[in-house]
């Protein structure tokens, strides 16, 4: 009874141990190209569906399941946020981190204009690579893709030079 | 638009969105953590999904497993070198480091209720239409 009810707690959970949950991620990914023989993909989703909201642009409902997919993910996050008994988020300092508490604006318009601006390189970025940390990192590198090894090595690298690098500055 | 490949993939992402949340990967205090190497848990939870998709690619190899939607062995599709690879993973990098969400991450932060991911998600959108039309151009000549 004990050993259920610490089942029932770690589920309920917000946060599970990494190695369990890195391979249920890996396991889920997988089990994509056993039923579909379609790798894990987010980025090329987002180019799909700004193709559709483009006005007059043909949709390709070869490509539906991307979106589908994209949207499973949001109603996954609002499932975990739903099943975790923490508090919901307010957006608070001490929920951000210190790093990104000094880094981001202060004033609404601000953050709006660096949250835009962040996501405007993080899709840009994502097309020009050919795929961001799940099509690159999770399936490629996974797949031993070379360049996915690649783009997963510079990723990581801007990336954490870019926060050292800030978080220096700001004395952080 | 329903059908089963759409069903699945709704499956898949609901499954995926749930672990990214319970990785930690939907808190942008946990990924300052693991770029300011303070906190490696995510790295740990990285670097276990693809050692388990590296072994399974592996033995779907070896052992020829197939696919089965089209009753082929399961492909293992590597990504081209781009002519845009280096110059888009330097800016994918900056903005990953600027907002600690990268695209994956914004929709679940979306279904968390994080309203500030509904910014991220709109320029990660926006950014992506520039993209794919940059990539024609960069293919084209």
Same mark, same amino acid.
């Given at each position: 009874?004990?050993?259920?009810a610490?089942?029932?707690?770690?589920?309920?959970?917000?946060?599970?141990?990494?190695?369990?949950?890195?391979?249920?991620?890996?396991?889920?990914?997988?089990?994509?190209?056993?039923?579909?023989d379609q790798?894990l993909?987010? !980025?090329?989703?987002?180019?799909?569906? *700004?193709?559709?909201?483009k006005?007059?642009?043909?949709?390709d409902?070869?490509?539906?399941?991307?979106?589908?997919?994209?949207?499973?993910?949001?109603? +996954?996050?609002?499932?975990?946020?739903? !099943?975790?008994?923490?508090?919901?988020?307010?957006?608070?300092?001490?929920?951000? +981190?210190?790093?990104?508490?000094?880094?981001?604006?202060?004033?609404?318009?601000?953050?709006?204009?660096?949250w835009?601006?962040? +996501?405007?390189?993080?899709?840009?970025?994502?097309?020009?690579?050919?795929?961001?940390?799940?099509?690159?990192?999770?399936?490629?590198?996974?797949?031993?893709?070379? *360049?996915?090894?690649?783009?997963?090595?510079?990723?990581?690298?801007?990336?954490?030079?870019?926060?050292?690098? *800030?978080?220096?500055?700001?004395?952080v | 638009?329903?059908?089963?490949?759409n069903?699945?993939?709704?499956?898949?992402?609901?499954?995926?969105?749930?672990?990214?949340?319970?990785?930690?990967?939907?808190? %942008?205090?946990?990924?300052?953590?693991?770029?300011?190497?303070?906190?490696?848990?995510?790295?740990?939870? $990285?670097a276990?999904?693809?050692?388990?998709?590296?072994?399974?690619?592996?033995?779907a190899?070896?052992?020829?497993?197939?696919?089965r939607?089209?009753?082929? %062995?399961?492909?293992?599709?590597?990504? %081209?070198?781009?002519?845009?690879?280096?110059?888009?993973?330097?800016?994918?990098?900056?903005?990953?480091?600027?907002?600690?969400?990268? %695209?994956?991450?914004?929709?679940?932060?979306?279904?968390?209720?994080?309203?500030?991911?509904l910014?991220?998600?709109?320029? $990660?959108?926006?950014?992506?239409?520039?993209?794919?039309?940059i990539?024609?151009?960069?293919?084209?000549?």
């Amino acid at each position: 009874m004990d050993t259920f009810a610490t089942l029932i707690d770690a589920l309920f959970s917000p946060l599970w141990t990494p190695v369990l949950v890195g391979a249920l991620i890996g396991l889920l990914a997988f089990a994509q190209r056993w039923l579909a023989d379609q790798p894990l993909s987010c !980025s090329t989703g987002f180019a799909n569906l *700004a193709g559709y909201l483009k006005p007059g642009s043909a949709r390709d409902p070869e490509g539906d399941w991307r979106i589908v997919f994209l949207v499973g993910i949001v109603l +996954g996050g609002l499932i975990a946020t739903l !099943s975790d008994g923490a508090p919901a988020w307010q957006g608070t300092a001490a929920e951000f +981190g210190r790093f990104y508490t000094a880094l981001v604006p202060d004033s609404t318009l601000g953050s709006a204009i660096w949250w835009l601006v962040g +996501g405007l390189l993080i899709g840009f970025g994502a097309r020009l690579a050919g795929g961001c940390t799940s099509g690159h990192t999770i399936a490629g590198v996974a797949m031993g893709a070379p *360049a996915s090894l690649v783009a997963s090595v510079v990723f990581f690298a801007v990336a954490v030079g870019t926060a050292q690098l *800030a978080a220096w500055m700001l004395g952080v | 638009m329903i059908n089963r490949r759409n069903r699945l993939f709704l499956v898949f992402g609901i499954g995926f969105g749930f672990l990214l949340s319970r990785a930690g990967a939907t808190s %942008p205090a946990i990924i300052s953590e693991l770029l300011l190497f303070e906190n490696l848990r995510l790295l740990w939870v $990285i670097a276990t999904a693809v050692a388990i998709g590296a072994a399974l690619t592996w033995l779907a190899w070896r052992l020829g497993w197939r696919a089965r939607n089209t009753g082929e %062995p399961i492909s293992i599709q590597h990504k %081209p070198f781009k002519r845009g690879l280096i110059v888009g993973a330097v800016l994918f990098g900056l903005g990953w480091a600027g907002t600690g969400v990268c %695209p994956g991450t914004a929709l679940a932060m979306i279904g968390e209720g994080k309203g500030f991911a509904l910014w991220v998600g709109a320029g $990660i959108l926006v950014g992506s239409g520039a993209g794919t039309w940059i990539n024609r151009r960069l293919e084209r000549g």
